[in-house]
């Protein structure tokens, strides 16, 4: 059964980096996966960060996080990677990762991690 956990998340000032990692466990190979990174912050709903599709390679960023983000994988680790570069306030927000279904217009998910929290605060 697929598992997924997630780790990096903290506490970072504006304009700052942080790299979240997703270790895929129960399964044999995240290559065959499409994979995505959601966030929540309070009082608003989960939203579609960035995804990554399986065979094609096809990438998806919200328009928030374009130039910003970059979603990776690592087939061998079975890991995933968000890279989170000059990072603004309103990023803050509990991070989740997930495997689902991404294409250039949309992003889903089937199963998700439990969440790391990113505050970015001066």
């Known amino acids: 059964q697929l598992q997924l956990v997630e780790s990096g998340g903290g506490l970072v000032q504006p304009g700052g980096s942080l790299r979240l990692t997703c270790i895929a466990s129960?399964?044999?190979?995240?290559?065959?996966?499409?994979i995505a990174w959601f966030r929540q912050a309070p009082g608003k709903e989960r939203e579609g960060v960035a995804c990554l599709e399986s065979t094609k390679r096809t990438t998806n960023y919200a328009n928030s996080v374009k130039g910003r983000f970059t979603i990776s994988r690592d087939g061998a680790r079975n890991a995933m990677y968000l890279q989170m570069n000059n990072l603004k306030p309103e990023d803050s927000a509990v991070y989740y990762c997930a495997t689902g279904d991404c294409s250039e217009d949309s992003m889903s998910a089937h199963t998700w991690g439990q969440g790391t929290q990113v505050t970015v605060s001066s």
């Open positions: 129960g399964i044999a190979s995240l290559n065959y996966y499409d």
